[in-house]
T-cell receptor
């Protein structure tokens, strides 16, 4: 079956750095997405990786290793507004999006 | 990027009744999707709404329970039929569109929070 694993919850301190990991086992691979979802709101797109390596976008970076079925989302200079759930999703060989359960990130002052 | 609106934003319904959720997109899109998200859980795809043909349902979801309409490229409805408390969830409409950064992204509506009593 298809499976995406992320930690359920993480806690970090304002101003620090946090890395949220995602491992996946899917039938084929056509890209990996990270979405941010604030409580009570819809998910919004953060990043996309289709080739191995690091994609940087301001305070957020996302890394992919296809051979290891592994990605991480790195958040730097954490702000209180970064408190949210972070969803990892993989597009499989049928171009369907397979969603992880999400990681709830709690930022403490 | 696509802008999506949903109606209603929330509703409280009695068991045995039905609710129709509307989804409107500000541009023509080929792919429209309906998701369910139960509290503290991730997104579960209910079905893909196809314009001009029947929706394609995922395992565990059937047309009698979740009939879907897609009359044109900017609008779709999802009906939750004969509701039970287990149907209490957030229902999200989603579309695929080419983002500014290149990949085909999924954009989500604000969701409909349904509570069945």
């Amino acid at each position: 079956g298809q499976n995406i694993d992320q930690p359920t919850e993480m806690t970090a301190t304002e101003g620090a750095i946090v890395q949220i990991n995602c491992t996946y086992q899917t039938s084929g691979f056509n890209g990996l997405f990270w979405y941010q979802q604030h409580a009570g709101e819809a998910p919004t797109f953060l990043s996309y990786n289709v080739l191995d390596g690091l994609e940087e976008k301001g305070r957020f970076s996302s890394f992919l290793s296809r051979s290891k079925g592994y990605s991480y989302l790195l958040l730097k200079e954490l702000q209180m507004k970064d408190s949210a759930s972070y969803l990892c999703a993989v597009r499989d060989s049928n171009y369907q999006l397979i969603w992880g359960a999400g990681t709830k990130l709690i930022i403490k002052p | 990027s696509a802008v999506i609106s949903q109606k209603p934003s929330r509703d409280i319904c009695q068991r045995g009744t039905s609710l129709t959720i509307q989804c409107q997109v500000d541009s023509q899109v080929t792919m429209m999707f309906w998701y369910r998200q139960q509290p503290g859980q991730s997104l579960t795809l209910i079905a893909t709404a196809n314009q001009g043909s029947e929706a394609t349902y995922e395992s565990g979801f059937v047309i009698d329970k979740f009939p879907i309409s897609r009359p044109n490229l900017t609008f779709s409805t999802l009906t939750v039929s004969n509701m039970s408390p287990e149907d209490s969830s957030i229902y999200l409409c989603s579309v695929e569109d080419k983002g500014t950064s290149g990949p085909t992204e999924q954009y989500f509506g604000p969701g409909t929070r349904l509570t069945v009593t």
